[in-house]
Each structure stands twice: as C-alpha cells, then as structure tokens.
C-alpha cells in the first residue's frame, strides 16, 4: 500500500502539469489567444535577458570597476599634486593664500544670508570669511 | 470570511477607477506651505525656518503615504493590469520630462552668462577672480561613478527579468553605494571650493545647476533604495516591476544629466576655449 502511494507521488510529479490552464495554449483562429502571446513574448524577454544580464555583468565588472579604481588612482595623484601647489603658493606668500582679489561681484552680499554671514559649505581656508569686518 | 467581492463587482474594463484619497489635497496644501516658508526664510520674515521645516515634513509625509496606497494597490490588490502598467509607465516618463525642462531652464541661463560674458565680470569666462575646479581631477571621478551605476543597474535590471534574484540584488546594492559615493564626493567638492555661490554669476549658476543636479542624485538614490527593499520583500516578479522600471529611468536621466553638466560647466569653463 506504500509503495502504490510512493508510486502515484512518482507519476504525479512526472506529468508535469502546464503552469496555466489548457486555455492559455488553446489556438483560436479568428480570434488569437492574447494569453499564449503574452506568455511566448514573456519567454521570448526572459531568454534575452540571459544575453544582456552577462554582457552588463561584464560590462560592470572588466570595465566599471577598473575604470572607477584606474580613476580614484589618478584623481589621488592630481590632489596631491594640487596640494603641494597650494602649499607652494602659500609659502611664498608667508603662510596665507593670497587674497582673493575685491572685485564687487565676488562674495556679493546684498543681504546676509539667513542663517548669518558666510554661505551654507563655508570651509574657512578655502573662503573669506564675511563676519570679519574689513573694509 | 467575507471578502466584499461578488458576481455584480466584476470589472469589465483594465483599468484602475481609485478609491477616494486624502493624500493629494493634503499634498497641494504641503507644497503650497513648503513654497511661502521657503521665500519668507528666504527673506527674513518670522517664523519662516519653523514653517519651512513644517511643509518639508508634510510634503515628505505626504508622499511617503501616498506612494505606500500605490504599493498596496498594486502589490496587495492586484489592480496594476498591464493597461495600468502602460499608463504609469507613460506617466514616470512624462514626469521625467518635466524635470528635464527644470534643467533646460537653468542651463539657459548658464549658456546666457557665459556665451556672452558681460564687461562687468571681466568680459570672460569665467570671471576674473574665479578659480575653477579643476575638471580632471573629482568632477572625473565621479563622472565613472554615475556611469558605472549605471551599468550596475542595467545589469541588475536585466538579471531581475532573467529571475536571478542574487544578481538583481547584487546590482542594486553595487549601484546605491556608487550613488552615495558620488554625493560624498560632490559635498567634498562643495566644501573645498574656492568659490561660493554668492561669487558673481559663475558661482550663483555652478551651485544652482550643481545643485538642482545633487538633489535629484539624492532623491533617485532613495528611489532606487525604496525599490531593493521591495526587492527584498518580494514585491516584485521578473515581468511586473515598474516601480523599478521607473527607477532605473530617473537614474539614467540623473546620468545624462551628469555629463551636460560635466561638460559644459566643468570642462568647457576651465578649458579656456572662450
């Protein structure tokens, strides 16, 4: 009685029911069957994507990633080199960046902004500071 | 267990006919409140950095809400038919649009400074006084970021149609840590600057159109994120995915964007060629 049930469980499993119902494979000929057309463009898109999920997955890793690092390397040399300019400059002007030249359209304030003087990324060696009065 | 759902309800029609919803009136009245606190802050009137925390809280309440009803809609509901996928999927598109005039707009304005620079900033591009950042060195970088997750996208996109869900997960993940790498670097960029905003016209339309451009990577980081966490939660199948369609086409827009601004702002300003 066993082995008849553990049979029946065999042969269940080997028909291998369709996953929709018989309709979707039905062919009507005057009027079509939009569902077997939509699953056939379905299979159609999934067998594709198999093509395009390995040519971007190639893509991302033998050209993305060693573009971004080749890049970060090179960026990090130019910084460094940006620097040492920097502090060039800054030594043969005794320590301090050269003021910024007082052009009128340069550090416009017609009003303070709203949070005080000086602009919302204000790095103090980079930009003047407006809170000190000069001039 | 009554479901509320008999033989005289059936929907003879693919369409969506939404139920009553609170959220856009609320939302109209949060962008209207967002919009005057922004000018009175702006302008030093009282109350105005109270109020304009306030709106931006009822906007991103709002949307927050309003996004999670399309959620249990579609997901919970099943009213996404494919019509209804067409139609939204033409409406993220024309929404994509939308922004792209907002950039158009602010480039006009770029392309009136600095085409015919005017004698009062030196009759040059830029401006006498500015020193620019210089093109090769982060703005490089983070055009390969922006253009690496793009491919990272794709390639997750593309695995999510195959049903690999490792891969389509792995891409997703590999593309919101670039996007945050980028905004890391730009913050960098912003801090470091020689120039500020408030430094002639060439600062006022670098931070405007960097700006504008910083805030939309921002808000398609959190799209795309919103859209791995339904990933995660097995909202999506690998032919019903629009929210992540819709994603993926702010993305690249945000992409394309990128390298208008990295060339016109970025490289062709510093290059000297005016």
Redesign the interface.
């Known amino acids: 009685m066993l082995a008849r049930g553990a049979s029946r469980a065999v042969v269940r499993v080997a028909r291998a029911r369709p996953s929709r119902g018989f309709a979707a494979q039905a062919d009507n000929v005057y009027l079509g069957n939009p569902t077997k057309e939509?699953l056939e463009k379905?299979a159609s898109?999934?067998h594709h994507?198999?093509e395009?999920?390995q040519l971007?997955?190639k893509?991302?890793f033998f050209?993305?990633?060693p573009?971004?690092l080749l890049?970060?390397l090179?960026?990090r040399r130019?910084?460094a080199e940006?620097e040492a300019h920097e502090a060039h400059i800054k030594e043969e002007h005794g320590g301090e960046l050269p003021p910024?030249?007082g052009?009128d359209?340069?550090?416009?304030?017609a009003?303070p902004f709203?949070w005080g003087m000086n602009?919302?990324?204000?790095?103090p060696h980079?930009?003047k500071d407006m809170n000190e009065d000069s001039e | 267990m009554n479901i509320n759902l008999n033989r005289s309800q059936f929907q003879a029609h693919p369409y969506h006919l939404v139920d009553p919803s609170p959220w856009p009136i609320s939302m109209s009245f949060a962008l209207l409140i967002m919009a005057i606190s922004a000018v009175m802050y702006m302008q030093g009137f009282p109350f105005g950095g109270y109020l304009l925390n306030l709106g931006t809280i009822l906007v991103a309440t709002g949307m927050s809400l309003w996004f999670r009803d399309v959620v249990v809609e579609s997901t919970y509901l099943g009213h996404h038919t494919e019509q209804v996928k067409r139609g939204i999927t033409l409406g993220i598109a024309l929404f994509i649009v939308s922004e792209l005039m907002a950039f158009v707009s602010i480039f006009w304005a770029y392309f009136h400074s600095s085409l015919t620079p005017a004698i009062e900033i030196g009759g040059t591009w830029p401006p006498l006084g500015i020193n620019t950042l210089d093109p090769l060195a982060i703005p490089l970088l983070n055009t390969i970021l922006l253009l690496s997750s793009g491919a990272f996208i794709t390639f997750a996109h593309h695995a999510l149609i195959k049903g690999n869900r490792r891969s389509a997960i792995l891409g997703s993940i590999l593309t919101i840590i670039f996007a945050v790498l980028f905004t890391a670097l730009q913050y960098y960029e912003y801090a470091e600057a020689g120039f500020t905003i408030a430094d002639s016209i060439f600062g006022t339309v670098f931070y405007c159109s960097t700006g504008l451009h910083g805030f939309h990577v921002i808000v398609g980081t959190l799209f795309i994120g919103v859209q791995f966490y339904r990933l995660l939660q097995h909202h999506i199948t690998k032919s019903h995915h629009i929210g992540m369609e819709g994603a993926i086409a702010y993305w690249h827009f945000v992409d394309v964007v990128w390298l208008f601004l990295y060339a016109f702002v970025y490289l062709w300003a510093s290059s000297g060629l005016l």
């Not at chain 1, 359209?105 to 304030?109: A, D, G, Q, T, V």
């Not at chain 1, 602009?119 to 790095?123: A, H, P, R, V, W």
């Open positions: 939509w379905q898109v999934e994507a198999e395009t999920t971007w997955r893509i991302s050209v993305a990633f573009a971004t890049t970060a090179w960026v130019v910084e940006h910024t030249p052009y359209y340069l550090n416009k304030r009003k709203p602009s919302l990324f204000f790095n980079a930009n």
